[in-house]
């Protein structure tokens, strides 16, 4: 599928970051400084644009599409993920980060607060590989992390049919808590259940050791 490109409001507070490290997290959390700065990397600001790009050409296209309450599987700090949705996507009004670690939550809530330019922030620590989400309600299901949990197949909402799934995997078997990597974007559909694909694509990106792999990502829905 050709990418199409959607420009983006970019407008990150590096002072806000600069704040965070060395308030927050070399003062509490010193063993997260090197995670937390890997969580800027270039990689992934790069997916995190991509996303936030093809989201809202899909939008444009269905403009009855609600964006009013997003949830985030494996939202890590959601440092970089947030500030994008919030500047960038009309209508929203509660974002759900849910994530097993409580270091990243609680450094994410300390760097991003509950309200983030008037839009609701919540922080859930969860397993979400043995969490039922069936009687939880959401407009859009974001994971960029598919690779480090079970097939998305396993998780549904009370509203599953009509909720737009955004999901991003890759092909990095050699990394330790990648369980459930792809081999392309049509194996992510798959096993995801996602039935009407409004986008499809991957990036060729280099990981350590300047060793290139694919990301992949998938926008869509099931049963429309």
Known sequence: ???????????????????????????EYPH??????????????????????QLLIVLKDRPLTSTKKITVLGSWYGNVLVPLIVDNIKGVEDINLIDMDEDSL??????????YNGVNINYIKEDINFTDYSQRYTNICINTSCEHMFPMSSISFSNDEHVLYILQSNNMRDEREHVNCVED?????????????????????????????????????RND
């Open 1 to 27: 599928m050709v990418m199409q490109v959607e420009e983006i409001k970019n407008n990150y507070d590096l002072g806000l970051f600069g704040d965070t490290l060395k308030r927050i997290v070399l003062k």
């Open 106 to 115: 609680d450094i994410g809530r300390k760097f991003l607060g509950r309200n």
């Open 185 to 221: 974007y049509y194996e992510l559909i798959k096993q995801s259940a996602i039935t009407k694909p409004y986008y499809y694509s991957r990036l060729k990106l280099k990981g350590r050791n300047n060793k290139e792999y694919k990301r992949f990502m998938v926008i869509g829905k």
């Open 32 to 53: 997260r400084i090197t995670d937390f700065i890997d969580s800027f990397s270039s990689n992934q600001l790069t997916c995190k644009k991509w996303l936030i790009e």
